[in-house]
């Protein structure tokens, strides 16, 4: 079930652990009969992160059948009430991938925004 973390995933990752994000699981498959498996999991708020490589260069993601696969794993997952957010080494490196993830933890009530503390 497992497979090779990407470059492009680790930097993510590396990316969570450094803004102090709960850890996540990775690669569980989260719709029951089906294969495919979901890059980054928080599963109390019921978040998943997707990341999505390979865009420039004719990649899985890019492809008719490909592109059919993702609509056909992110309604399923919505269906099931999964959060998901999908995002691109621009994302990640210039940060809004961060942003967007600590949002959807924190209205999902995993994180507490310093607001709130107040």
Not at 3 to 29: C, I, K, M, N, Y
Request: aromatic share 10%; charged share 25%; net charge negative.
């Amino acid at each position: 079930m497992s497979r090779a973390t990407s470059d492009l995933e680790q930097r993510f990752l590396d990316g969570v652990r450094e803004a102090g994000f709960p850890e996540p699981q990775r690669e569980l498959r989260l719709v029951p009969g089906r294969q495919f498996c979901c890059d980054f999991i928080w599963d109390g708020p019921k978040v998943v992160v997707e990341v999505e490589g390979g865009l420039w260069m004719r990649g899985r993601h890019t492809t008719a059948g490909g592109i059919q696969a993702d609509m056909e794993k992110y309604n399923l997952l919505a269906i099931l009430g999964w959060l998901v957010l999908r995002v691109s080494e621009r994302h990640i490196a210039t940060g809004v991938a961060y942003e967007w993830l600590f949002e959807a933890l924190a209205q999902r009530g995993a994180i507490v925004r310093e607001e709130e503390h107040a």
